[in-house]
């Protein structure tokens, strides 16, 4: 297993770094992206949207109650949160082996939530607020 980690001031920092992060990800990636609420996880998304080429005009926002939003670009982008999901079920509905499938990149908001195996080759993203206001994330890419 590697790990990456980077410590990020601000928001433009983060979406900087995601969409610089976004360019080494291939068709069928999948991210795990863990954290408390207002830890980053949806201004990382931000980021890859730019960097996977989703066009500026297309508004990315948290699916927290959609569950699931899909952005058309260079490689499509499948952003899932399953922070309001309770139930195995609930989460089974959502087919998401089947978005990772569709050749876009997956990423999940509130990964943590889903007991369920995630693929082999799935990155790991952590987000944690840092007492300066910054944030850190650590990338974890393959199983242990």
């Known amino acids: 297993m590697s790990t990456e980690k980077k410590r990020l001031r601000t928001a433009v920092e983060m979406q900087r770094f995601a969409a610089r992060f976004a360019k080494r990800l291939k068709p069928g990636a999948v991210l795990l992206l863990i954290g408390e609420l207002g830890s980053g996880k949806t201004t ?3 980021g890859l949207a730019q960097g996977l ?3 500026d005009e297309v508004i990315v926002h948290s699916p927290s109650f959609t569950l699931v939003n899909e952005y058309p670009g260079q490689i499509p982008l499948f952003h899932v949160d399953l922070y309001r999901l309770d139930h195995r079920g609930e989460i089974e509905e959502l087919d998401l082996d089947g ?3 569709r ?3 997956l990423a999940v908001e509130w990964a943590d939530r889903a007991e369920r195996s995630w693929p082999r080759e799935a990155a790991r ?3 944690k607020i840092l007492p300066s206001d910054g944030r ?3 990338i974890s890419f393959g199983s242990p």
């Open 53 to 55: 080429g989703v066009p």
């Open 125 to 127: 993203i952590d987000f």
């Open 136 to 138: 850190e994330i650590l």
């Open 44 to 46: 990382f998304v931000k």
């Open 99 to 101: 978005y990772a499938d």
């Open 103 to 105: 050749g876009g990149v």
